[in-house]
């Protein structure tokens, strides 16, 4: 279907209450007409997803971000003029419009503006914000291309087609609180980035026993088949059955029965674009068990290594 007429199509179903699944620049997401409870309910479902994980709600303009918080902040300004459309989700409270059923009964919401030019254009076909989660199953491998979503959830009723993603990895969320702001999620913005923006914040010291993002559990991304990170406790294994995700082109990676580079040269911003498929297509291949190599952890590195440990927690902990 030609693009314009793909995203009248897909706007028409959002505002009848269906659902969507459509590119951002990060994963793609699974969205509903965030002011329809029916609608986002019918996410929930097809995702499997338990009621206590709230949902992103996507915006085209900042009035639309308006329509969502309970009061004006100037930070949601300052830090949109320098981060939206882009890989920021902020944590606010909400106003009464917005369902309990997208916040999971949380008193706040959190926003974005998503870098897509389809997403952007189906928001505003649309005339209404988008919740949305990644379009996977709960708790599986994100999707970055039109077919992992098909692949995960054939009932979903129409996915625009926007290619591979760009960024790779989902959105940076942060909370914004009175005396400054917590990461809850890693992603492409880093805290440093943030705290440019609004120096007056700081990042509060998480306690252990604050229970800030509800869908930040540790296992998370994960492949159908054992999955380690670190090649260090393989050494003198047998390999040629197993499938290696590799940080440039290790020597070691000729004694596995397939390869999936993230970067062969090494840039954190190229394999934060290949990880998700390269999980994906490691779960499909035919090798028994997938290594992935560690990447250092700095710039988008911590968000990497964020899903990394999510997508190999089962099997360190000898849960299945
Ligand atoms: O890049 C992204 O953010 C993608 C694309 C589709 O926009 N979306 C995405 O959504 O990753 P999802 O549902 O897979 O992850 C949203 C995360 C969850 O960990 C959820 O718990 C957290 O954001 N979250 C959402 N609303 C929240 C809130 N009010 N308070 C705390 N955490 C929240
Ligand atoms: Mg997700």
């Given amino acids: 279907m030609q693009t314009g007429k793909a995203i009248q199509h897909a706007a028409r179903l959002i505002r009848e209450g269906k659902l969507v ?5 990060t994963v793609y997401g699974l969205g509903a007409n965030a002011f329809n409870p029916d609608a986002v309910a019918n996410i929930f479902r ?45 944590v606010v409270e909400k106003n009464e419009r917005v369902p309990d059923i997208v916040t999971s009964g949380l008193n706040t919401v ?46 979903v009723p129409y996915i625009i087609d926007g290619g591979p993603t760009t960024v ?18 890693p992603g492409a913005v880093s805290s440093e980035e943030i705290k440019k923006v609004i120096p007056e914040s700081h990042i509060r010291i998480e306690k252990e026993d604050e229970f800030h993002s509800p869908g930040q559990i540790k296992s998370h991304y994960s492949p159908q088949k054992s999955m380690f990170l670190g090649i260090s406790d393989f050494n003198d294994s047998d390999l040629s059955n197993g499938g290696l995700i590799a940080w440039g082109t290790p020597e070691y990676a000729s004694k596995f029965k397939k390869v999936e580079y993230l970067s062969k040269t090494r840039n954190s911003e190229e394999a934060a674009i290949n990880l998700f498929n390269a999980l994906h297509t490691m779960e499909a291949a035919d090798v028994e068990f997938i290594i992935a190599d560690t990447v250092p952890e700095e710039g988008i590195g911590i968000a990497i290594m964020d899903r990394l440990k999510k997508a190999a927690y089962r099997h360190r902990n000898n849960a299945s």
């Fill in 110 to 155: 959190g926003i974005r503006m998503p870098d897509h030019p389809l997403a952007l254009r189906l928001i505003s076909e649309a005339q209404t914000p988008i919740a949305a989660p990644s379009a996977n199953k709960f708790g599986r491998i994100s999707p970055t291309r039109a077919e992992h979503v098909a692949n995960q959830l054939p009932d």
């Fill in 168 to 185: 790779g990895i989902e959105s940076s969320v942060i909370r914004l609180h009175d005396d400054g702001f917590v990461m809850l999620r």
């Fill in 46 to 90: 097809l995702k499997e997803r338990p009621s206590f994980d709230p949902l992103i709600v996507h915006v085209a303009n900042l009035e639309q971000a308006a329509s969502l918080s309970k009061h004006s902040d100037d930070r949601i300004r300052l830090l949109a003029e320098k981060f939206w459309p882009g890989p920021l989700t902020i």
């Fill in 21 to 25: 699944a459509f590119p951002t620049e």
